[in-house]
């Protein structure tokens, strides 16, 4: 079976990368080699190799400080288990794993998941980025879009495919008991709804809006689910704000929650800062997640899916930055009407076999073996 090293800045996996490695598990070996930068657990699953840091997330210039020490981690691990094929998971892990694939004179076809793109609020930064990002391009055997729009950003001269953060089937799974807190939360007061924060804390500019919102009104309480480098304050602001009644904190969860996180969700929170550009060409789980289990999204009036869609009726599009807005959409909105599903039901599952055709076409180019 042949070796295919998964890397990725990060530790815990996003959730996207997870599920890679875990659909390339029936055709290869996978490793995983990744950082562990003070957030994550330490027990760590079998064939990975985890390099441990308190460098912490949030902070840009610690990292870049740090970075040469996971390359070096990098090249350790690629000597060590000669990988056929690396999937590179966000820009930066790409440039180091072009790096350490010239130090040690590798063949390994590079796979490159495009799941969030360089950005940066600094226009001389960004535009750097994006000569950099085509640059590494040039050596990239296959791209993989995590977003629809991602794609028309590209020249195309390199093979490339679709694959969004499509649900997987086990998020339907009805025999997963449900968390300690699901009941505490199906007590809370019927009258008011429920609107949730699902994933990593981070945005606080728009925390800050969103919280400015909770205060003013009646109709919601505000749940958060998750962690992330904005977190304590978050936390810090709930307390300055005296809103400790009206926002709960449930900490990380398990992916297998999310159904009951759904299930306890009236509307859930999916709109980040339009002035980054990532921001804009993103499709965040979320978008998919809500439409499978039938709960109404929050997104981005400045957004790409806003602008190449019609304005549905069951999302809710806002600007983030403006609680005068976010108070005007969320106050009117007539949970009366009936849910309208927007997005087609594609589990991640169902999905895999174009993976794995993009895998076949990539290594033909190459003379180098087949996936199926």
Known sequence: MKNLLVVDTTWPMNTRTERFTNTFKSKFNCIVCAWNRGRGGKTYPEESYILETNTGYGNPLRKLLILPLFLLHIIKVYKKCRPDVILASHWDSLFLVLLAKVIVRGDALI??????????????????????????????DLTIYASRFFGQLYDGNNSSITFENYPPKTLCDKNIEPPSWFQSVLDFDSDTLNLSWIGVVRYPEVLMSLLKFIKQTSR?????????????????????????????????????????????????????????????????????????????????????????????????????????????????????????????????????????????????????????
């Open 220 to 372: 919601y309480r505000l749940l958060v689910f998750g962690d992330g480098p904005s977190l304590k304050y978050m936390q810090d602001l709930v307390g300055d704000m005296c809103i400790c009644d009206k926002v709960f904190f449930f900490g990380r969860y398990n992916n297998n929650q999310l159904k009951y996180i759904y299930d306890v969700s009236d509307l859930v929170w999916a709109a980040y800062p339009t002035n980054d550009y990532n921001t804009r060409y993103a499709i965040s789980n979320k978008y998919f997640e809500c439409s499978l289990f039938s709960t109404v999204p929050i997104i981005s009036a400045g957004t790409m899916m806003s602008k190449h869609r019609e304005i549905d009726s069951s999302i809710i599009f806002v600007d983030e930055s403006s609680v005068d807005d976010i108070f005007e959409k969320l106050e009117r909105y007539d949970f009366g009407k009936k849910f309208k599903k927007y997005e087609i039901e594609l589990f991640w599952e169902c999905q895999e076999y174009k993976l794995f055709e993009a895998f076949n076409d990539m290594s033909l180019k190459k003379e180098k073996f087949n996936v199926s």
């Open 111 to 140: 796979v490159y998941d495009c799941l969030d793109l360089p950005t940066s609020r600094n226009k001389i930064i960004l535009k750097f980025l994006h000569w950099l990002e085509r640059k590494m391009l040039r050596s990239v």
